[in-house]
Antibody, heavy 118, light 110 residues
Framework: QVQLQESGPGLVKPSQTLSLTCTVSGGSISSGSYFWSWIRQPAGKGLEWIGRISTSGSTNYNPSLKSRVTISVDTSKNQFSLKLSSVTAADTAVYYC??????????WGQGTLVTVSS | QSALTQPASVSGSPGQSITISCTGTSSDVGGYNYVAWYQQHPGKAPKLMIYQVSNRPSGVSNRFSGSKSGNTASLTISGLQAEDEADYYCSSYTSSSTYVFGTGTKVTVL
């Protein structure tokens, strides 16, 4: 069974770039017709889809975040990554990585809290 | 893209059935059979309960069922149990090749 684990700084200063990595285990990130997504959830609020990447490198982003988001994949390390630039306090949230297949998010990481504060 | 609309809360007694709605547009829920439902307990990651409108992943109880009519999808939980108390979210693929989540519904078992 596929397992995902997010990693990265828990504290980012305003105006800087948030960078997170998701490590996939239990299977190759390149196998199957999968996409790999990032999703976030501010405390006490709902889920927001950030974007996704295919193993061939094609991406789709949430229009509201598109100008600030970059998602990349490193198949040699079985990882994919998120970069969100020019962060503000509104970007403080738990960030999840997830496997995206069958039009749904089957497997999720445990989530990592990122706080934007000086 | 706007979040899909769900009721803020739904409650029921043990053994009863409840239904949660998820309303979108013809550009998302109404246009594709890629509607999914997730259960989230406090402090935990969401868990996939239904995919492609009405399919259950392996291991998910058959007390959970999904359907869709027009621009509205629904999740029904039958034989409500205490462990079903959680937040529930729907999601849908969209015509822009993106995904959108619902606003979330808190299910309370009375």
């Amino acid at each position: 069974q596929v397992q995902l684990q997010e990693s990265g700084p828990g504290l980012v200063k305003p105006s800087q770039t948030l960078s997170l990595t998701c490590t996939v285990s239990g299977g190759s990130i390149s196998s199957g017709s999968y996409f790999w997504s990032w999703i976030r959830q501010p405390a006490g609020k709902g889920l927001e889809w950030i974007g996704r990447i295919s193993t061939s490198g094609s991406t789709n982003y949430n229009p509201s975040l598109k100008s600030r988001v970059t998602i990349s994949v490193d198949t040699s390390k079985n990882q994919f990554s998120l970069k969100l630039s020019s962060v503000t306090a509104a970007d403080t949230a738990v960030y999840y990585c997830a496997n995206n297949q069958r039009g749904a998010f089957d497997y999720w990481g445990q989530g990592t809290l990122v706080t934007v504060s000086s | 893209q706007s979040a899909l609309t769900q009721p803020a809360s739904v409650s029921g007694s043990p053994g009863q059935s409840i239904t949660i709605s998820c309303t979108g547009t013809s550009s998302d829920v109404g246009g594709y059979n890629y509607v999914a439902w997730y259960q989230q307990h406090p402090g935990k990651a969401p868990k996939l309960m239904i995919y492609q409108v009405s399919n259950r992943p392996s291991g998910v109880s058959n007390r959970f069922s999904g359907s869709k009519s027009g621009n509205t999808a629904s999740l029904t939980i039958s034989g409500l149990q205490a462990e079903d108390e959680a937040d529930y979210y729907c999601s849908s693929y969209t015509s822009s090749s993106t995904y959108v989540f619902g606003t979330g519904t808190k299910v309370t078992v009375l």
